[in-house]
């Protein structure tokens, strides 16, 4: 495949920016830093045009904060100016990285998600009777800048934008030389575009045809059990050498029958369920939620759009009995 030229300037185009600052500020148009930039957004606008024309970023500034849901992650938030700048690259840069995925690639990707991934999963399922299911060790912590690097000049020939991303990726380590901050918009593609490699070898060189990859989190299926030993032998070597990556000692190697943990789900032939941890997300962040709305954090459409996604959450599963318990045990906003 050919790499990608001349998208520098695309990014650096005011009209680029402005659409930038809409993306990042959807949802959060009351939060006090997208108001103090919406303020003098022209003068705003500008600066960051300037920073990109004079490749002088003014980047690196995170607010670091700690989440526990579904487990506990430390969440690197970049300053707002930031968030529009990593708008405005992947405005232009996300149909580049789109190009390199496999088809059963499911995160960060429109018209994939959470939701797709468990019922390709099923799909699998059906058809075979052993399941492989993998992660990664500590995966954004682990990320090599030396190889993001390496793997970016490949998709990209453009040395102004290969020096925007080494700027960015510079500005955050775990340890000498590793690590990607969790909770940034080009973190997050940067991370799924890196396991790519991995994807195209276990499809093309090794002839997996049963695979699927959300982020870290990856399965593979087969009929055969012994197969499906020698592709984790592969992987793991793979990932060692490639991309400087161990595997989470938690590798699950079992018969479909007896259902698939992923993504919050157990998945089964022929039905799936929710795993406990995700009913008691569904029962805390829907408490949560109403919360707000009740408290006037959120507006009624606010609590609509967040209340849509959680109910499709759960409605990936077979939880109508479960649903209807909660609901009528703690009641539905008129």
């Given at each position: 495949m050919k790499r990608a030229k001349h998208l520098y300037p695309l990014i650096a185009a005011p009209e680029n920016l402005k659409s930038a600052f809409v993306k990042a500020a959807r949802g959060k148009r009351e939060y006090p830093e997208v108001i103090a930039f919406s303020r003098g957004f022209d003068r705003n606008i500008a600066a960051l045009q300037r920073q990109l024309q004079e490749k002088d970023f003014d980047?690196?500034?995170?607010?670091?904060?700690?989440?526990?849901?579904?487990?506990?992650?430390?969440?690197?938030?970049?300053?707002?100016?930031?968030?529009?700048l990593h708008h405005?690259?992947?405005?232009?840069?996300?149909?580049?990285?789109?190009?390199?995925?496999?088809?059963?690639?499911y995160a960060c990707r429109r018209g994939k998600g959470n939701l797709r991934a468990v019922v390709r999963a099923q799909q699998f399922a059906r058809r075979n009777r052993w399941y492989l299911k993998l992660d990664i060790r500590k995966y954004f912590d682990c990320i090599d800048h030396e190889t993001s690097m390496e793997l970016l000049e490949r998709a990209f020939h453009d040395a102004d934008l290969l020096f925007l991303f080494r700027k960015i990726l510079a500005t955050y380590h775990t340890a000498p030389g590793k690590g990607i901050p969790i909770g940034n918009l080009f973190s997050q593609h940067l991370a799924n575009f890196y396991l790519s490699v991995l994807d195209h070898r276990l499809k093309e060189a090794r002839n997996v045809k049963c695979y699927l990859r959300y982020m870290d989190d990856f399965m593979l299926f087969s009929p055969d059990k012994q197969r499906l030993l020698d592709e984790l032998h592969a992987i793991r070597d793979f990932l060692r050498e490639r991309l400087h990556l161990e595997l989470k000692n938690s590798v699950q190697l079992n018969q479909t029958r007896l259902g698939a943990p992923f993504l919050g789900h157990r998945i089964f032939p022929a039905h799936t369920r929710l795993l406990s941890g995700g009913l008691l997300r569904f029962s805390r962040r829907y408490r949560e939620y109403e919360r707000n709305y009740c408290e006037g954090v959120w507006s009624e459409k606010e609590l609509a759009r967040r209340m849509e996604a959680l109910q499709a959450f759960v409605c990936s599963s077979d939880s109508l009995r479960f649903r209807k318990h909660f609901i009528g045990r703690f009641g539905v906003l008129s």
């Open positions: 980047i690196g500034h995170y607010h670091f904060f700690v989440v526990r849901d579904p487990k506990v992650r430390a969440i690197c938030a970049a300053a707002f100016p930031e968030r529009v405005a690259i992947m405005n232009v840069c996300e149909p580049e990285f789109e190009k390199r995925h496999i088809h059963d690639s």
